[in-house]
């Protein structure tokens, strides 16, 4: 069954990562009106880099360090910065995290759709079909 989970590997990485996007910017509309807020996005890059490091075999489970120390995750979990500033210090740009949220939405549908797609075709492959 190892041949299963490297082909779902890929997928659950992509989800969890759009979940955590879509955590973070559903976080930046809800503090949009809270004086002081910084809003966070993921950085696409440090999770390239993540998932590079992982794809690698390491013989013990330090040998690959996140930077700071921090989980892939949370490492890349970026302040973002704003087109406008604003005299409150909050750096929530509520027209831009709408159409982020509604892009990383529709990416999100995606990737189950692709899932989906493939369970279903290895359901055929099982069943016969």
């Given at each position: 069954m190892n041949f299963i989970d490297k082909d779902f590997a890929l997928h659950e990485r992509a989800l969890r990562f759009r979940g955590q996007r879509m955590e973070a910017l559903s976080s930046n509309i809800a503090n949009a009106d809270t004086p002081g807020f910084k809003a966070r996005d993921v950085d696409f890059r440090q999770v390239m880099k993540t998932?590079?490091?992982d794809s690698l075999t390491?013989?013990?489970p330090k040998h690959y360090e996140t930077e700071g120390g921090m989980p892939p995750d949370q490492a890349a979990l970026m302040y973002r910065v704003p087109f406008n500033t604003s005299f409150d210090g909050n750096t929530v740009e509520l027209s831009i995290e709408q159409a982020s949220f509604g892009k990383a939405s529709g990416d999100f549908q995606a990737t189950l759709s692709f899932l989906e797609n493939r369970v279903s075709g290895i359901r055929r492959?099982?069943?016969g079909e």
């Open positions: 998932v590079r490091t390491a013989t013990q492959a099982l069943k």
